[in-house]
């Protein structure tokens, strides 16, 4: 049999749910159902910059029409959403439905099996988002739970419960984590003058927008070329004073919405369905996504500002320079060689490796020709672009460098993801379509790398 699939019904009496996932394979959801899971999620995003390498996680408990408990995953190494919704249910979890965004961990991890524990608090039915893509767990938490006779469905607001994971999915189903590289440019695509100067186009909000991209990404990885041009520091400091909500389990959620919230889209920043983030100077919890640098020939200089500062730098290089690299790593950084054979970093090995450092989001900042050899080489996920309403004339610096195309099957292929304006400048999000790899003529071998 395929996979369940999912009808929506409003009027179906509860009783008959059993009698047609026994008889025809079909998963049926009630409005509230959805409504309750549209909860979990948003408790799942409060995770938001904090949970990686693990998921962002929510779970609401509800007996009778209430919800009796809920939680959401903080931090890898502390417990699982479910277990934050169980403690505060304590008795009255008994005979519940638990609505989890993610399915229920079988495995020991650094935590004990969700499944288990929802097993033992006496679950009536467990409705789940979409299967967790770990391979350690994989359907067999649902299995589990499923053996011990409690009636599961999966499939329930999965797409919205994918993408607020995109990364961890990206990490688990193919070994390398979620590409998204954010340029700012002006309308005519144009991303600094001849001249290279380029600070700055976008305005204030887009820049401290950018910020809350970088505080969500477990990297942000960069050129030496924009090192060396504009000597960021590429750490996460200007939201404001805001930091991911402390630790301790989440307030128990309000009854369900009379009409269903709003999709979420699992990429709002500032947007109405973003985490709750609170003001204040504790350090705690504000998590440094780790630098990276591509220097092929280990330009970077020692007094780079990417190398101090907040959170720890990672350098890509192809050069086996002992001296540089021992100096860089008196300095604190970690230094790995991995060269192509053609003397320039290796982009598909670099990837990986970064996915088993535990790297789910990548954020690209850097420039043109980065920029152009991701998306040449298909390995660029998504592009966030931010649109300044201005023109910056052909002599400028485009977005990307792609080479000529000579023919049209050439062309990246993109979708429209989101779209919104940010300050005085737009912003953009649109995923790269795989399906038609780009093949312009500089794609074969001449690598454009710094
Ligand atoms: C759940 N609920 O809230 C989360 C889950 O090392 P551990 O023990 O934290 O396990 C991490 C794995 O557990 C992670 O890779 C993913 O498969 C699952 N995450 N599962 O039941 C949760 N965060
Ligand atoms: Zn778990």
Same mark, same amino acid.
């Given at each position: 049999m395929g996979k369940p699939r999912s009808v929506w019904v409003s009027s179906v009496s509860i009783r008959v749910y059993p009698w047609l996932i026994t008889n025809f394979g079909i998963n049926v959801f009630a409005p509230s159902d959805s409504q309750w899971m549209a909860q979990a999620l948003r408790l799942a $995003? @409060? !995770?938001l910059y904090s949970t990686s390498p693990n998921p962002r996680v929510g779970c609401v408990l509800v007996r009778d029409g209430k &919800?009796? !408990?809920s939680g959401w995953h903080q931090r890898a190494g502390e417990p699982h959403a479910e277990v934050y919704a169980l403690r505060e249910a304590g008795g009255a979890a008994r005979g519940a439905t638990a609505y989890v965004t993610? $399915? /229920? =961990? &079988?495995?020991? !991890? @650094?935590? /004990?099996? =969700?499944? $288990?524990a929802l097993i033992e608090a006496g679950m009536a039915r467990v409705v789940v988002a979409v299967q967790d893509p770990n391979p350690e767990v994989a359907g067999a938490g649902i299995a589990r739970l499923r053996a011990a006779g409690i009636?599961? $469905? &999966?499939g329930l607001m999965e797409a919205e419960a994918r993408e607020l994971n995109v990364g961890f999915f990206a990490r688990m189903t @193919?070994?390398? /984590?979620?590409? @998204? &590289?954010?340029i700012a440019m002006s309308l005519d695509g144009r991303t600094a003058l001849g001249n290279g100067k380029s600070q700055w186009i976008t305005g204030d909000a887009a820049r401290q927008d950018v910020q809350r991209w970088r505080a969500r990404s477990c990297a942000v990885l960069t050129g030496i070329n924009t090192v060396l041009a504009d000597d960021a520091q590429l750490n996460v400091r200007e939201i404001g004073g805001m930091i991911p909500a402390p630790r301790g389990g989440a307030s128990n959620p309000p009854s369900p919405p009379t009409h269903p919230s709003p999709p979420l889209s699992g990429r709002e920043e500032g947007g109405a369905s973003a985490p709750p983030l609170t003001r204040g100077g504790q350090e705690e919890g504000l998590r440094q996504p780790l630098r990276v640098v591509l220097d092929s020939q280990l330009r970077i200089p020692l007094e780079a500002r990417v190398l101090y500062g907040g959170g720890r730098t990672l350098v890509y290089t192809a050069l086996h320079d002992e001296r540089k690299i021992g100096l860089l790593q008196d300095l604190g950084a970690t230094v790995a060689v991995m060269p192509d054979g053609n003397g320039q970093v290796d982009l598909p090995a670099i990837l990986r490796d970064l996915a088993q450092r535990g790297c789910n989001e990548v954020l690209v900042e850097a420039g043109s020709i980065l920029n152009g050899a991701l998306l040449r080489a298909g390995l660029a996920d998504e592009l966030l672009l931010y649109i300044a309403p201005q023109l910056l004339g052909d002599a400028a610096r485009s977005m990307a460098q792609l080479g000529e195309l000579t023919s049209l099957e050439q062309r990246v292929g993109l979708k429209w993801q989101d779209m919104r304006q940010v300050g005085k400048d737009l912003r953009i999000s649109v995923k790269v379509e795989k399906a038609n790899p780009p093949q312009s003529p500089l794609a074969r071998g001449e690598a454009l790398l710094p």
């Open positions: $995003e @409060r !995770g &919800s009796v !408990g993610l $399915e /229920p =961990c &079988s495995h020991h !991890g @650094r935590t /004990p099996p =969700c499944a $288990e009636a599961v $469905e &999966s @193919r070994g390398t /984590p979620w590409l @998204r &590289s954010k």
